[in-house]
């Protein structure tokens, strides 16, 4: 079992930037693929980009492509979210989560281990 606490959320204008960290803990870290997810009010939670254990493949949703990367490192138990040209629209509480056994890196079904969130709010 993995339990997961996300920091590094707040308030960025537009265009601007932030980097999301979750720390693990418990054992076997690294045999966790993560993801990160958003949920906005009245929305449903989507996966913004997920990464295997080994770090070899990853997965990034459209909308965040070229500029949001998600990178992990499995000596500090710790997943981060690198967020590039924010935009008002991304405003939502992001999610870590964690499994071991994943076919789908970007179905949130499919993860057994979530963290409380972090807040993040786009100014325009």
């Known amino acids: 079992q993995v339990q997961l606490v996300e920091s590094g959320g707040g308030l960025v204008q537009a265009g601007g930037s932030l980097r999301l960290s979750c720390a693990a803990s418990?054992?076997?870290?690294?045999?966790?693929?993560m993801g990160w997810f958003r949920q906005a009010p009245g929305k449903e939670r989507e996966c913004v980009a997920a990464?295997?254990?080994?770090?070899?493949?990853?997965y990034n949703a459209d909308s965040v492509k070229g500029r949001f990367t998600i990178s992990r490192d499995n000596a500090k138990n710790a997943v981060y979210l690198q967020m590039n040209s924010l935009k008002p629209k991304e405003t939502a509480v992001y999610f870590c989560?964690?499994?071991?056994?994943?076919?789908?890196?970007?179905?949130?079904?499919?993860?057994?281990?979530w963290g409380q969130g972090t807040q993040v709010t786009v100014s325009s």
């Open positions: 990464i295997r254990w080994s770090g070899s493949s990853t």
């Open positions: 989560a964690a499994d071991t056994i994943l076919l789908r890196l970007w179905e949130p079904s499919e993860y057994d281990y």
């Open positions: 418990g054992r076997a870290f690294s045999r966790y693929a």
